[in-house]
């Protein structure tokens, strides 16, 4: 299994970036996002489960949304809206056991089998 993320970037207060990830050889159905800013635990993000159940972490509810295209096998986070708190490495996760979305924005990352490389989101 392979994940690898695209579509990060600098961008101004306020502005709007899309996060893509694409995943080879995945046949799961629990995907999300998670971050890490300088200095902070990596935290859920966003994450989508088997019955298209989407979770958000409340400081990014309303602003980010998580979407799946199954036939392109391709993870997105449209982010809009955003500050520099927002500022981390993103990374794309995958887990072969079918959690719910809820739990797994709150999961280990452990509790991921997979993760992508991670892409820098910078807003100034």
């Known amino acids: 299994v392979q994940l690898v993320e695209s579509g990060g970037g600098s961008v101004q207060a306020g502005g709007s970036l899309r996060l893509s990830c694409t995943a080879s050889?995945?046949?799961?159905?629990?995907m999300g996002w998670f971050r890490q800013a300088p200095g902070k635990e990596r935290e859920g993000v966003a994450t989508?489960?088997?019955?298209?159940?989407?979770s958000y972490a409340d400081s990014v509810k309303g602003r980010f949304t998580i979407s799946k295209d199954n036939a392109k096998n391709t993870l997105y986070l449209q982010m809009n809206s955003l500050t520099p708190e927002d500022t981390a490495i993103y990374y794309c996760?995958?887990?072969?056991?079918?959690?719910?979305?809820?739990?797994?924005?709150?999961?280990?990352?452990?509790?991921?089998?997979?993760w992508g490389q991670g892409t820098q989101v910078t807003v100034s």
């Open positions: 996760v995958a887990a072969d056991r079918n959690y719910y979305s809820d739990y797994a924005l709150y999961a280990r990352p452990d509790e991921f089998n997979y």
């Open positions: 050889g995945y046949t799961g159905n629990c």
């Open positions: 989508i489960d088997h019955t298209g159940s989407k």
